[in-house]
Structures are given as C-alpha cells and as structure tokens.
C-alpha cells in the first residue's frame, strides 16, 4: 500500500514531534527535516512507536543558508514524489545575533527564508499531486512585527524579542502573496498560531532558561499545539482555504502589519532576488 507523504521541517522535537506522531497514526507516511543526524535518528524511533507506524524517514538538513535550504528541497523533490502536504514547522528564538554566509540574520533565514525557498522549490511536486497543502507554522506575536527590509535581513534592527516578531510577519506576509501566486493550482497554503506551547525556543542563556523555568510551565504541551496544524494539514472542508490565518482552528482576519500590500511585494521579489530561483518564480 502505498502512502501519502508528509514533510515536516523541525520534526524531531516539540510540536514538530508531536505533528510527526499524529500523522502517522493517521496512516501518513512522514518525513521529518532535522539538523542533528543523532536527535533526529532518535525522535525517528519514538515516533515509529508513538505513531505505531513503521512509515516514518528522517532527512538531515540544515536550514541556516541558502544553499543547504536548497539542496535538501532537491533531495526531497527527488527521493519523496508522492508528496502531499509540506509542514514548515521549523522555526528559531534568536538569543543573540548570528549573520551566516549569505550575509543574512539567522533568524530571518530560518524562520522566513527558509520555508520561502522549501515553498517554491517544493511546489511543482506537490501541484502534481493536488489537492495539496503548505502549513507555515507562525505565532500570533507577527501582530506586533515591524519589518525593514534594507535592516531585518541582515540584523541592522536585531533584539531577540524584535527579531522574532519581525521574521514572523515575513512568513505570514509571505503566505498571502504565496497565496495568490498558486491560486486554482490545486495547492493551498495557510498560516497557524498553534497556541503558546512549551518548546526549546529562546532557551539558551541564561535568561532564556529563567523564563522556562518561571512562564513556561504554564504553557501547552507540544501534543496541544499540535492539534490545529494537523487539522489544517488533512481536514477534507479546508481542501479550498488558502491564504488564511489560523488561531488555533479559528480563522482570524490579518493584522495591519500583514495587510501592507508595498511591504509585502518588496519582501516577495526580494526573496525570488536572494534565493536566485527564478527558474521556480511564480
């Protein structure tokens, strides 16, 4: 029998785990994207027997630049063609600033690049198998995102908190005008606060493990925020959604910030210019 397929990048642990576990119960077969050959190797085995499936793989991948996003979306496009569903789960709280080789703030690559290069290099694959979907995991702190595109990229405007927020609306920002760009394709793409969960995000240093020994304890499990990106990931009534915020399984209309159409088509065209994938460009 053969088996949908389900790419989930961070799938190795927090809600990306949890995502994993639920959709292989769901008879999926899973792929999980991790950075760690060993955390991912051992996530791999838990959520073979948490999911009670043995059709579960494990890709390395780094997505801290722009080639190696790369070629791991060329290495999924060649080894996974029944692709139906791309979770871009994988997402960093930056504790200080890191520029990598392209020049680019580190979480603005992985939080926003990232998905944007997985997204389009993906796509061709997932629209010969539509319906299909792309789920951006984001966090409803975009709201207070504040983008500047000649300073968030390369960390001009960096401070933690900031950083996190800005590169969140990026993503969602990046999910409308995706949006629009596959229209009738057969593929949809969608953005979900999944709820305030308990994960490794912010952690290191000493402030970051301050507050997850003080504010984290009152946050979900990663099993809780897993629920919604796994409905909109396989929900028969979402076939046709596109383009949308979720809170939760509520759909909410978008922020201000979200709405600037000039912010959004610079970031659009700035991330086809940086990523040098016109061949994909849609």
Not at 59 to 84: F, P, V
Not at 226 to 231: H, Y
Not at 254 to 282: T, V
Request: with cysteine; hydrophobic share 40%.
């Amino acid at each position: 029998m053969k088996h949908n397929t389900v790419i989930i990048t961070g799938g190795n642990a927090g809600i990306g785990k949890a995502i994993a576990i639920e959709m292989a119960r769901l008879n999926w077969h899973v792929v999980i994207v991790s950075r760690s050959s060993e955390r991912g190797h051992a996530a791999l085995e838990e959520i073979k027997i948490a999911g009670d499936s043995p059709n579960v793989s494990l890709e390395i991948g780094d997505l801290g630049t722009l080639d190696r996003t790369m070629q791991l979306a060329e290495s999924l496009t060649q080894k996974y063609s029944r692709l139906k569903v791309l979770i871009n789960n994988a997402g960093i709280w930056p504790t200080r600033k890191k520029i990598n080789l392209n020049g680019l703030e580190e979480a603005f690559m992985v939080n926003h690049m990232a998905p944007f290069i997985l997204s389009a290099m993906l796509f061709p694959l997932l629209r010969a198998n539509a319906p299909a979907r792309i789920i951006n995991v984001n966090a409803g702190l975009y709201v207070f995102g504040r983008f500047d595109l000649n300073r968030t990229p390369m960390g001009a405007d960096f401070n933690p908190l900031r950083t996190y927020m800005n590169t969140k609306l990026c993503n969602v920002l990046f999910t409308r005008r995706f949006a629009r760009a596959i229209q009738d394709s057969g593929v949809t793409i969608n953005a979900n606060h999944p709820g305030v969960i308990r994960t490794g995000l912010g952690e290191s240093g000493l402030s970051g493990r301050i507050m997850h020994r003080t504010i984290k304890r009152f946050w979900k499990s990663p099993q809780a925020g897993a629920v919604a990106p796994v409905w909109l990931a396989t929900d028969p009534q979402l076939e046709n959604t596109n383009g949308q915020f979720f809170d939760l399984k509520r759909e909410r209309p978008y922020a201000a910030n979200a709405r600037n159409e000039i912010l959004m088509e610079s970031l659009y065209e700035y991330g086809w210019i940086k990523s040098k994938l016109r061949d994909f460009y849609i």
